[in-house]
Each structure stands twice: as C-alpha cells, then as structure tokens.
C-alpha cells in the first residue's frame, strides 16, 4: 500500500484545490451553482484521485488528469467572462500546467 501522503504530486494538488477555493471565494455568488461548483469539484478531485488509486493507480491518475484539463479550461473561460482577471488566475493555471506535467511523468513511471 502506498502512502499517497508523502507523494509530491498529491501535495502540490492539495496546495493547488487550495488556492482555487480561495480564489473561488472571489467570484460572483451568481456563479455558486454554475463555475463554483464545478471548479471547486475539479480542484477537489485532483488530490482525491490520487489518494484513492492504490489498486488501480494509472487509472486513478488519468482521471486526475482529466480534472487537471477541465479545471484548467473552466479558469481560461472564467477569464473570458470577466468574471475574474488574468492577473489573479495565471499563477493558479501555471500549477495546474506543472502539476498536468508531473502526473503525466509519474503515470509513465508505472508501466
């Protein structure tokens, strides 16, 4: 069994969902059901993924993964909207980029 505590990966996706619900907090309470909801879902299940794949871990970090590009699409389109600035979000997205990398890498380390 591994301890998905001591995973850098797990930590820097704990440190990201962090921040997103920080960042959350600023957007509009007209978004609560709408991109709140779903962003703070894809940050959330990031770390969750990889926590819960012992079994079945490259398929545990795909679907990591898959957060990692719909979250990283739903801030690109909240910057669209306006609903946030670009200035605020570009260092959340830049992690998210880094932890897309680093998953990808260990995933390849498993097979």
């Not at 609560?32 to 299940?45: E, P």
């Not at 389109?77 to 990808?104: D, F, G, R, W, Y």
């Amino acid at each position: 069994m591994h301890n998905f505590r001591q995973l850098q990966i797990w930590k820097e996706g704990m440190e990201m969902a962090k921040q997103v619900y920080l960042l959350l907090a600023k957007f509009p309470s007209s978004e609560k059901f709408g991109m709140i909801s779903q962003i703070s879902r894809c940050a959330v299940s990031v770390p969750s993924n990889i926590a819960e794949g012992y079994k079945e871990f490259a398929h545990f970090l795909s679907i990591a993964l898959g957060s990692l590009f719909e979250l990283e699409t739903q801030l690109l389109l909240a910057i669209e909207l306006e609903i946030i600035s670009k200035n605020e979000i570009e260092p959340i997205i830049e992690s998210v980029i880094q932890l897309e990398k680093k998953i990808s890498a260990f995933k390849k380390t498993l097979k």
